[in-house]
C-alpha cells in the first residue's frame, strides 16, 4: 500500500508499505482523508523530536475493513472519525471521564507498519497519511455515512482540540470576552465553539490580514493584524479590562507573554499552541495576585465517544461549521505543495484524499 514516509529529513510517497493486521480489541482502517495539522509540520522541521522513519498525519477519517479478536464496535464498513487516544481505559482518568490524562494515551510510539523489512513508527498512535492503519477499536468512532469523510477527518484533531478547549476546558459562558490567537484549524475552532457558547466578545489576533473574512464567518466580532502594531493595546482598546479567556493557538514565549497581558482580573489563558521542548516562558509573578491563570491544555480535554456525536449534532444543525474549514483537497502525489501551501499560511485546513 502507499503511505507518505518521513525519514527524518523528507516526506517521500512510497508504494509497497504494508501495516500488521488488527490483534484483539484492534481495527483495520482504510483512510479516505486526512487534514494536515501543524503537529505534523512540528515533527517535520524538528520543533517535536520524534524518532523515524515515521508515517505521520494524526487527523483522519476512513472505513472499518477488518475487526480483530473480541471487537464489538465499530463494525466492518462503518465510517469512522480517528483519534489519538489510544488509552487503557481502565486508569482513574480514563473512568472518570478525562482520557486525555490516561497515562497509556501519550508518548508511546510503535511499529506496526514496514517497508521492505525495516520497521516505521507511528504517530499519535495513529499516522493517517497511510492507505491503512491498525487502531484500538476505541480509537475509531463511527459516524453516520452521509457526512463526507474529507470533512468528518478534521474532527480528529482540529475540531475536538478547538470546540474542546472552550467547552470542556475553559468552560466559556454567554456574554464573556475570548481573544484567541492564531486563526488556522485550531482557531477558527475556538472562535466558533466560543459563539456557539454564547460569547459576547471574540477578537480573532493573526498575523495574516487575509484570515479576516473567515474569521468573522466563524464567528469573531473583530480581527486584529499582529504586524499592524501593538496587539494588546489593540486588545484593551475592544475590552478595556482585557478578555476572560485568551487562547494561545501558535505557541512560543511571546506570544504567551502577550497573551498573559490580555487578560482581566480572573482571566484564564489556555495554552493550546505546542512550543519547542527548550523554550521557557517568563511572567511577572504579580500577575496572578488577581486570579488569573494558565490551563495547558491537551487535545480539548475532549471525550471522543461523547463529544463527536454532539459536535455533529451542531454541524447538522449548522451551528458548527466544518465544511468551511476545508480550503483545499491534494493528491497523494501531491503532498509536497500541500506542505508548501500550509507553511505559507495559503490554508484553513488543507486534506489529503487517501485512495487515488
Ligand atoms: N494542544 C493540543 O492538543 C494541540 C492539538 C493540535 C494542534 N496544536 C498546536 O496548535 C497550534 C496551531 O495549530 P494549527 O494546526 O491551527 O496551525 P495552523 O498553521 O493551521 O494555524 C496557525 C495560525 O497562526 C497564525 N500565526 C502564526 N504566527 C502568529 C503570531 N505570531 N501571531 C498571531 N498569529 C500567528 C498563522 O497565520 C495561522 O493562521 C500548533 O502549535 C499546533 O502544534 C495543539
Ligand atoms: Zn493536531
Ligand atoms: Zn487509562
Same mark, same amino acid.
Given at each position: 500500500m502507499k503511505a507518505i514516509v518521513f525519514d527524518g529529513t523528507e516526506n517521500k510517497l512510497v508504494d509497497g508499505v504494508t501495516v500488521r493486521g488488527p490483534g484483539p480489541g484492534e481495527v483495520q482502517v482504510r483512510i479516505v482523508a486526512s487534514g494536515l495539522c501543524q503537529s505534523d509540520l512540528s515533527v517535520v522541521n524538528g520543533k517535536i523530536p520524534f524518532p523515524s522513519p515515521v508515517i505521520l498525519g494524526h487527523e483522519g477519517a476512513g472505513i472499518v475493513e477488518a475487526v480483530g479478536p473480541g471487537v464489538t464496535m465499530p463494525a466492518v464498513?462503518?465510517?469512522?472519525?480517528? @483519534?489519538? !487516544?489510544?488509552?487503557?481505559?481502565?486508569?482513574?482518568?480514563? %473512568?472518570?471521564?478525562?482520557?486525555? /490524562?490516561?497515562?497509556?494515551?501519550?508518548?508511546?510510539?510503535?511499529?506496526?507498519?514496514?517497508?521492505?523489512?525495516?520497521?516505521?513508527?507511528?504517530?499519535?498512535? +495513529? $499516522?493517517?497519511?497511510?492507505?491503512?492503519?491498525?487502531?484500538?477499536?476505541?480509537?475509531? =468512532?463511527? =459516524?453516520?455515512?452521509?457526512?463526507? +469523510?474529507?470533512?468528518?477527518? +478534521? =474532527?480528529?484533531?482540529?475540531?475536538?482540540?478547538?470546540?474542546?478547549?472552550? !467547552?470542556?476546558?475553559?468552560?466559556?459562558?454567554?456574554?464573556?470576552?475570548?481573544?484567541? =490567537?492564531?486563526?488556522?484549524?485550531? &482557531?477558527?475552532?475556538?472562535?466558533?465553539?466560543?459563539?456557539?457558547?454564547?460569547?459576547?466578545?471574540?477578537?480573532?489576533?493573526?498575523?495574516?490580514?487575509?484570515?479576516?473574512?473567515?474569521?468573522? !464567518?466563524?464567528?469573531? @466580532?473583530?480581527?486584529?493584524?499582529? /504586524?499592524?502594531?501593538? %496587539?494588546?493595546?489593540?486588545?484593551?482598546?475592544?475590552?478595556? &479590562?482585557?478578555?476572560?479567556?485568551?487562547?494561545?493557538?501558535?505557541?512560543?514565549?511571546?506570544? %504567551? $507573554?502577550?497573551?498573559?497581558? /490580555?487578560?482581566?482580573?480572573?482571566?484564564? !489563558?489556555? /495554552?493550546?499552541?505546542?512550543?519547542?521542548?527548550?523554550t521557557k516562558l517568563s511572567v511577572p509573578a504579580s500577575t496572578f495576585y488577581m486570579d488569573r491563570s494558565v490551563l495547558g491544555c491537551r487535545y480539548g480535554s475532549s471525550r471522543p465517544g461523547a463529544d463527536i456525536p454532539k459536535y455533529l449534532d451542531l454541524y447538522r444543525s449548522g451551528r458548527l461549521l466544518l465544511d468551511e474549514l476545508v480550503t483545499k483537497t491534494y493528491e497523494l502525489e501531491d503532498f509536497e505543495s500541500l506542505l508548501d501551501d500550509a507553511r505559507n499560511g495559503r490554508l484553513d485546513r488543507g486534506v489529503l484524499l487517501m485512495q487515488s
Open positions: 464498513g462503518d465510517h469512522v472519525v480517528l @483519534t489519538t !487516544l489510544a488509552t487503557c481505559g481502565q486508569c482513574a482518568p480514563c %473512568t472518570s471521564g478525562h482520557p486525555t /490524562m490516561c497515562r497509556e494515551s501519550f508518548g508511546k510510539t510503535a511499529t506496526p507498519f514496514e517497508l521492505d523489512g525495516t520497521p516505521i513508527h507511528n504517530f499519535a498512535a +495513529l $499516522s493517517t497519511f497511510s492507505e491503512r492503519i491498525v487502531v484500538q477499536a476505541g480509537q475509531a =468512532i463511527s =459516524i453516520p455515512k452521509d457526512i463526507p +469523510l474529507t470533512t468528518a477527518c +478534521l =474532527i480528529g484533531c482540529a475540531v475536538l482540540t478547538g470546540v474542546g478547549a472552550v !467547552l470542556n476546558r475553559a468552560r466559556v459562558s454567554p456574554g464573556d470576552s475570548v481573544v484567541v =490567537i492564531g486563526a488556522g484549524g485550531i &482557531g477558527l475552532n475556538v472562535i466558533q465553539a466560543a459563539r456557539v457558547a454564547g460569547a459576547a466578545t471574540i477578537i480573532a489576533v493573526d498575523t495574516n490580514p487575509e484570515k479576516e473574512p473567515k474569521t468573522s !464567518l466563524f464567528g469573531a @466580532t473583530h480581527f486584529i493584524n499582529a /504586524m499592524a502594531g501593538d %496587539t494588546v493595546a489593540a486588545v484593551r482598546e475592544v475590552i478595556a &479590562g482585557g478578555a476572560a479567556h485568551v487562547f494561545d493557538c501558535v505557541g512560543g514565549e511571546a506570544i %504567551t $507573554s502577550q497573551a498573559m497581558e /490580555m487578560l482581566d482580573w480572573g482571566g484564564q !489563558l489556555i /495554552m493550546l499552541g505546542v512550543a519547542g521542548p527548550e
